[in-house]
């Protein structure tokens, strides 16, 4: 109850303050480097950056490096890969320094720029859907085709789409905050683009994605002003719609067969045997774990141990102690959005307020999800673990949205100052 009453308060807020959104911010030298600078009245930078924040997206990002090591070392050994102890490693290295490198390029972004480009990258992030349907372009993997190679590097568009729909929601919000109560005109548009974006999306097949980016694009509309029996209408209406997707592909429902009797004969060396073996892993680790490196279930039991049950490891040899202090970390992270959101739409920053708290959203709910699998609170879905698992372009879809919010809040401290954003 005390959750609604705050998210009600901060839709109220955006929805009251929808209509003003000052031009123009402060441009920073380059990147995260911009923190090093001074604004109008001498103030150095660096105190306009959320230090403790920063630090946590650092923590985290190091703790999944090491997570990230622990849980591939074991894949050198078998004939599916062919690679040496650290090859996982070292591309998870290299997709860290490309991912930082592009989070540097969007803190130094004026927010202002990001509301101008909003459809545009939107309609870049859509194209890239396309593309990646498109024979011979696009990769695939164990039945799906969700990858662009890039040289030695693969792009998935759909976490590119994650970003792009933060962004364009919030600009669409904002632009039509006047008819945010009729559907014709304040909701239709917005259904119609995530209805191609889902066609594309299912084509890929990739449900778990269009799942992330219809919750990000109507929490935002929730929290920009529609109207909230037509937001309950929809709502009720998409549940039918993943419902009746679900039940039309047999390996969905078997799937969802499994995750109900994971234990069974059936089940536990099939569509159940992942859920069953991240258990085990959870079992196994206990309180306080086996102790870093001695997984047994990342030795080729549990499939997918450094990308999406990269928890499973940790729940193993970090034990309930690991597992809930990533939980609180995602929790801090996802409420320090939040604030940073209100404290924009408080300064008439309407778009900005509804970009942080988007990618509030969006880390929380993936997050959630992925917890939520591998300890079987929920059907099995390949998602990852934000910042921690394995994967370039989620790493990087992932540090290039924070560090967009780490610029709301830049932003917000020079305002708050005195100083200019122009």
């Not at 609604?4 to 839709?11: A, D, M, P, Q, S």
């Not at 490198?101 to 859509?126: K, M, S």
């Not at 449900?207 to 509309?221: E, H, N, Q, T, Y």
């Not at 690991?322 to 959005?337: D, E, H, T």
Request: charged share 15%.
């Amino acid at each position: 109850m005390r959750l609604f009453t705050v998210l009600r308060g901060v839709r109220k807020s955006a929805a009251a303050g929808a209509r003003s959104v000052p031009g123009g911010a402060v441009y920073a030298l380059a990147g995260l480097g911009a923190a090093t600078g001074t604004d109008r009245r001498g103030w150095t930078s660096l105190r306009s950056v959320d230090a403790p924040l920063l630090l946590l997206i650092a923590a985290l990002l190091l703790f999944g490096l090491v997570m990230v090591f622990s849980a591939s070392i074991a894949l050198a050994d078998s004939p599916r890969y062919k690679v040496t102890p650290t090859y996982f490693l070292l591309r998870h290295c290299v997709s860290m320094v490309v991912a930082l490198a592009a989070a540097a390029v969007a803190f130094a972004l004026p927010v202002a720029t990001w509301q101008r480009i909003a459809p545009w990258v939107f309609g870049a992030a859509a194209m890239l859907l396309v593309v990646v349907l498109v024979p011979g372009v696009g990769k695939g993997a164990l039945g799906a085709r969700r990858w662009i190679g890039l040289g030695g590097l693969n792009l998935q568009p759909s976490e590119v789409m994650k970003l792009a729909c933060v962004i364009y929601a919030a600009d669409f919000t904002v632009r039509k905050q006047d008819f945010m109560h009729d559907f014709r005109k304040g909701f239709a548009p917005m259904a119609g683009v995530m209805a191609v974006v889902g066609v594309l999306l299912l084509l890929q097949p990739d449900l778990g994605a269009f799942g992330v980016i219809v919750s990000i694009s109507m929490a935002i509309l929730f929290l920009g002003g529609v109207n909230g029996r037509l937001f309950a209408s929809i709502a009720a209406a998409l549940v039918v719609a993943f419902m009746g997707v679900i039940w039309a592909s047999p390996w969905r429902r078997e799937r969802i067969f499994a995750y109900l009797d994971p234990w069974s004969a059936e089940n536990v060396l099939g569509r159940g045997y992942q859920l069953s073996h991240s258990l085990i892993a959870f079992g196994r680790g206990e309180w306080f774990g086996v102790g870093l490196g001695a997984s047994v279930e990342k030795l080729h039991y549990l499939p997918e141990a450094h990308t999406d049950f990269i928890m499973s490891v940790i729940g193993e040899e970090l034990g309930m102690v690991g597992v809930l202090v990533v939980i609180v970390s995602f929790y801090w992270l996802v409420k320090r959005a939040f604030e940073i959101g209100r404290q924009a739409i408080a300064l008439e920053r309407t778009f900005s307020g509804l970009v942080a708290q988007g990618i509030g959203l969006w880390m929380g709910l993936q997050a959630f999800i992925n917890i939520g699998v591998a300890t079987g609170l929920l059907p099995t879905k390949g998602l990852t673990l934000p910042l921690m698992s394995y994967g370039g372009s989620a790493l990087m879809s992932s540090l290039v949205a924070l560090a967009v919010l780490l610029r709301v809040d830049y932003e917000n401290r020079v305002l708050m100052r005195g100083g200019m954003t122009q």
